[in-house]
Nanobody, 121 residues
Framework: QVQLVESGGGLVQAGGSLRLSCVAS????????MGWFRQAPGKEREFVAS????????AVVDSVKARFTISRDTAKNTVYLQMNSLKPEDTAVYYC??????????????WGQGTQVTVSS
């Protein structure tokens, strides 16, 4: 049974930092691409960043590229999202997800339960 378990969310003041973690289990993810998404109240879920598990090739949305960093620790089966200089507009539920890039399209197959990030002004 595949599980993605996020942690690290919380309440932080604007300008602060948080590091989200996503522990993956239940299968071998070496060929997968891991992603972080977020969904703010009343808005659609949006892509934040992704990383290939094996090579560590990253993609980050332009709006957070200067502040957020995605990384992974293959020994710990964990993907991280380091978020610095947080802004109130970063407030959202953040989700970890995994997809098999060998499949056509960009649909993510597995999702975590999400972790709440709230940035106060």
């Amino acid at each position: 049974q595949v599980q993605l378990v996020e942690s690290g969310g919380g309440l932080v003041q604007a300008g602060g930092s948080l590091r989200l973690s996503c522990v993956a289990s239940g299968r071998t993810f070496s060929s997968y691409r891991m992603g972080w998404f977020r969904q703010a109240p009343g808005k659609e879920r949006e892509f934040v960043a992704s990383i290939s598990w094996s090579a560590g090739i990253v993609a980050v949305v332009d709006s957070v590229k200067a502040r957020f960093t995605i990384s992974r620790d293959t020994a710990k089966n964990t993907v991280y999202l380091q978020m610095n200089s947080l802004k109130p507009e970063d407030t959202a539920v953040y989700y970890c997800a995994a997809r098999d890039p060998r499949k056509p399209g960009i649909t993510y197959d597995y999702w975590g339960q999400g972790t709440q990030v709230t940035v106060s002004s």
